[in-house]
């Protein structure tokens, strides 16, 4: 099988909406015309909706209630409030998958996302901005071949569960390409920036992208964060096993696997997105 024939399916594609791609596109660049954007959320009003509810949880802890965008931007900033509106669009690009528990799997994205944010900010090699949005779509090709190809997805979940292999090699005896492959070419088909479909499809090995960059290495570490934090790894052996080889990939500082505690603690705020 080839990638292609997952991408064939557009109907079956997630529908991200024009905004959140046009706010992706444009992550790096300073001249973006954020208040046009404003605009066009203001527009999406399920959108609208499920950020402003977020806005007034107690996550955000705001003085007074907040009714629209416009006021979002004001008591958020633009930074922040971009973030909740590629996470929303991201999280709503699909209702319903067949085998995938959306909620966990967004909940688990959001939180990866976060980490890797928070690493990013330690780093002057990557801009946490583009680290958050890697990090939240760093398993669509996961999403994909679940919306595509659901019983084929799930029979290689089922070999990964009874044959401890690992996913990369059944998803390769299965299907002849990974899905972070399928991820990267998803996003190339969506005119993303390049950085973020090589980030994705090297963040399980950043050592073996062309050329090695800190965006691959700021989401391989993120994810074995979130990895120790779904099997309750304790702390110390979270730090004791810190992938150091990685980290300085990303420019992170020598004694940065002593922050792992801060790290593992982190709380992403965007669960309600996943619902």
Not at 92 to 105: A, M, Q, R, T
Not at 171 to 185: C, I, K, S, V
Not at 206 to 225: F, R
């Amino acid at each position: 099988m080839e990638v292609s024939e997952l991408l064939q399916q557009t109907h079956k594609l997630p529908n991200v909406p024009d905004v959140v791609r046009e706010l992706i596109q444009q992550l790096n660049n300073p001249n973006a015309d954020y208040g046009e954007i404003s605009e066009k959320v203001s527009k999406d009003q399920t959108m609208s909706l499920k950020i402003l509810r977020l806005v007034n949880s107690a996550h955000f802890g705001l003085s007074r209630k907040v009714s629209s965008i416009d006021e979002a931007v004001v008591m958020l900033g633009m930074t922040q409030l971009k973030t909740l509106v590629i996470a929303s669009g991201l999280a709503g690009s699909v209702s319903e998958v067949e085998g995938l528990n959306l909620k966990e799997f967004w909940s688990q994205s959001f939180r990866i996302a976060t980490i890797a944010k928070w690493y990013a900010s330690k780093t002057d090699s990557v801009d946490p901005d583009v680290a958050f949005t890697i990090g939240l779509i760093h398993n669509i090709g996961r999403l994909l071949l679940h919306l595509t190809k659901p019983k084929l997805a799930e029979a290689i979940q089922a070999r990964v569960k009874e044959a401890g292999t690992s996913r990369s090699a059944a998803e390769m005896e299965r299907l002849n390409f990974t899905t972070p492959e399928a991820g990267q070419a998803l996003l190339d088909m969506w005119k993303f920036p390049a950085e973020l479909g090589q980030a994705v499809r090297y963040h399980k090995n950043p050592m073996e992208a062309e050329p090695p960059n800190a965006a691959c290495a700021i989401t391989n570490i993120a994810c074995y964060l979130n990895a120790c934090i779904r099997s309750n790894r304790s702390v110390e052996e979270t730090t004791a096993r810190f992938p150091m080889k990685v980290a300085s990939l990303a420019g992170l500082p020598a004694d940065i696997a002593s922050s792992c505690e801060e790290a593992m603690t982190l709380e992403s705020g965007l669960d309600g997105l996943a619902g």
